[in-house]
């Protein structure tokens, strides 16, 4: 068994591939992306790299979904931060804003990988259940958060959570969809906005914003 520094240091190089693995992919494509130069962009041998994936296809499936994993642990971490649920609701708007440029950025290598994965069945539905897990997860931990609001009586009560989520979910997918070709649309400040104005008039009673009380 291996000691926690080990796994420290192999949880950190399996990071330094994927990135590796981007990084080169946006520079050749995918299919002028070879091992050999994603191993020595990573600083490790190509056995190394094979210690890690499968192949080639596997290590672009996991690289896709690291991406989608690190905008989860942005949010996760503030559905479980301190305090009532208005401020934790505006916690996972601030950081939907803060990850939109980050993820914009990685947006078309994620569609040549998307392409490619498409094109196989098995693949393909491996990432399908990832990433209906991720969006899953997080779905339920804001919803839990507008409930929660709503038997404080901090969140207006007729309003179905679900429905926002689902609202919610598809401003922020659709500015990063756009993002893609549009550049200027990867914009914290207009996301946030957005999310405002949904909330604002969805969510909280009369004349409460984000993080304040309805007497607020």
């Known amino acids: 068994m291996g000691t926690e520094s080990e796994d420290v240091g192999a949880a950190t190089k399996r990071v330094r591939i994927l990135h590796a693995a981007r990084e080169v992919c946006a520079r050749r494509g995918y299919d002028g992306a070879r091992m050999e130069e994603i191993a020595s962009a990573a600083r490790v041998s ?46 996972i708007c601030a950081a939907m804003a803060k990850a939109i440029p980050i993820i914009s950025e990685e947006m078309p290598v994620n569609f ?23 969006y899953a997860e997080q779905a339920d931990e804001i919803q839990s958060i507008l409930r929660e609001g709503q038997q404080a009586g901090v969140f207006a009560a007729h309003f179905d959570p679900e429905a926002i989520v689902t609202a919610i979910h598809g401003i922020f997918d659709g500015q990063i969809y756009r993002s893609a070709f549009d550049p200027e649309n990867a914009n914290s400040t ?15 009673p009369k004349r409460a914003r984000l993080g304040e009380s309805a007497d607020g």
């Open 46 to 91: 190509k056995g190394t790299l094979y210690n890690f994936f499968e192949n080639k296809e596997d290590l672009f499936l996991n690289a896709v979904l690291e991406s989608y994993e690190r905008a989860r642990r942005l949010l996760r971490a503030e559905t479980r931060a301190p305090g009532g649920p208005a401020e934790r609701l505006e916690g």
């Open 112 to 134: 040549q990988i998307w392409g490619v994965m498409a094109r196989d069945e098995k693949a393909r539905q491996r990432m399908f259940e990832a990433l209906r897990r991720i």
């Open 190 to 204: 207009r996301l946030g906005a957005a999310l405002e104005a949904l909330l604002r008039h969805a969510v909280l």
